[in-house]
């Protein structure tokens, strides 16, 4: 059973559209993280989200922390090719990080 | 800067064989970790650590064994390999006090 769950697990979407991708636990995490990973590469961090209710923009992502900080979003707008590649979340518990299973976005043109 | 490197990329067991892998980072930092990735699991913690001379079990570590004798480099062993350790191992660093991991490009081992 994953500590994170993340859904959905894979998303194909034309180019152009608007998306959201979830990532839920039952566990309080101090700090969530979301990763994008390429095939053959390591994953590279997108953004850290610390405080309940954090909203944090990067370009045309959208990061939210949920209050409880246990659960958190992800929303992409006008998405591009580019966008294509697996999403991870991650949270921190004390020295260690779990992941989750992440989520396949597939952008067509 | 190199970041973090990983060797070897790619590499072929045979049940029972035993092998090491090598992390090594140019950043200083203090935190160092290996996972395991496996399809529909995501990322899984098998050891990590914290600082030179010290490591700790994360959520998969039997099987494998961990030395961090120098702070830039954290090594990764297998004494007998399964089938089931057969994944892209990936490792990671960051500092202290810092949340971001640097990840290193993988290995991929096929056990058989």
């Known amino acids: 059973t994953q500590l994170l769950e993340q859904s959905p697990q894979f998303l194909s979407i034309q180019e152009g559209e608007n998306l959201t991708v979830y990532c839920n636990s039952s566990s309080v995490f101090s700090s969530l993280q979301w990763y994008r990973q390429e095939p053959g590469e390591g994953p590279v961090l997108l953004v850290t989200?610390?405080?309940?209710?954090e909203v944090k923009k990067l370009k045309r992502l959208t990061f939210q922390f949920g209050d409880a900080r246990k659960d958190s979003s992800l929303h992409i707008t006008a998405a591009q090719p580019g966008d294509t590649g697996l999403y991870l979340c991650a949270g921190a518990e004390n020295n260690d990080m779990r992941f989750g299973a992440g989520t396949r976005l597939t952008v067509k043109p | 800067n190199a970041g973090v490197t990983q060797t070897p990329k790619f590499r072929v067991l045979k049940t029972g064989q035993s092998m090491t892998l090598l992390c090594a980072q140019d950043?200083?930092?203090?935190?160092m970790y290996w996972y395991r990735q496996d399809p529909g699991m995501g990322l899984r913690l098998i050891h990590y650590?914290?600082?030179?001379?010290?490591?700790a079990k994360g959520e998969v570590p039997d099987g494998y064994n961990v030395s961090r004798l120098k702070k830039q480099n954290f090594l990764l062993g297998l004494e007998s390999a399964a089938p089931s350790q057969t994944s892209v191992y990936f490792c990671?660093?960051?500092?202290?006090?810092?949340?971001?991991?640097?990840f290193g490009p993988g290995t991929r081992l096929t056990v058989l």
């Open positions: 650590s914290v600082g030179e001379g010290t490591t």
């Open positions: 950043m200083n930092h203090e935190y």
């Open positions: 990671a660093s960051r500092r202290t006090g810092r949340h971001e991991q640097f």
């Open positions: 989200v610390v405080t309940g209710g």
